[in-house]
């Protein structure tokens, strides 16, 4: 995406214009490059975006947490992300700290929630156990026609637990069909 940011900023566009709506970044991404290019697209669209970062482990302590989500709403240039996801899990930084990082945020209006993405079955009852039912809001799992294992391990639908799953879901045909519309790109 990032080689070619104006090519880049029309895709996304148009998505947006044929109904698009969910956009899913991270700080991670071309290193901070695709927020930019994201923020660029979505310029005077806010209102029609819902717009999804995450956080890497390596910044999940309380302190990096809130830095790299001020980060990331500079890059976009927005005010507020919709949710706010840790990205993975690694054990550098106890849950409990990230959490409690994601409420400040919350609480200063900085996300509207939060959640965590490629959680297994077993992170995600420690995290439920550690801030109760309702609070996070979705695990975001990587699930499409050429992606299925968490179908195994996770109920796609809901956990037992009252969390969504945010299904990150692009199959090869629709990949491919977006750089036929969108050659330059490819």
């Not at 054990?91 to 609480?107: H, N, V, W």
């Not at 509207?112 to 077993?122: A, E, K, P």
């Not at 996770?154 to 990150?168: F, G, I, S, W, Y």
Request: with cysteine.
């Amino acid at each position: 995406m990032e080689p070619k940011p104006k090519e880049s900023v029309r895709a996304i566009r148009a998505g947006i214009a044929e109904g698009a709506n969910h956009i899913d970044t991270a700080e991670m991404y071309g290193s901070d490059r695709v927020e930019e290019i994201v923020g660029e697209a979505i310029k005077g669209l806010r209102d029609k975006v819902f717009i999804v970062s995450k956080v890497l482990p390596s910044n999940a302590d309380a302190k990096n947490t809130i830095l790299a989500c001020e980060r990331s709403l500079k890059h976009l240039r927005i005010d507020y992300l919709d949710v706010y996801l840790l990205h993975w899990r690694m054990g550098q930084t106890p849950l409990e700290e990230t959490f409690r990082a994601f409420d400040k945020l919350l609480s200063d209006g900085k996300i509207r929630s939060w959640g965590v993405s490629n959680f297994s079955l077993g992170d995600m009852k420690e995290a439920v156990g550690l801030v109760g039912e309702g609070k996070i809001v979705c695990n975001q799992v990587r699930y499409s026609i050429d992606e299925r294992r968490v179908e195994s391990t996770l109920d796609t639908k809901r956990t037992r637990d009252n969390v969504r799953a945010m299904k990150l879901a692009l199959t090869s045909d629709q990949i491919r069909r977006f750089h036929l519309a969108f050659p330059e790109n490819s």
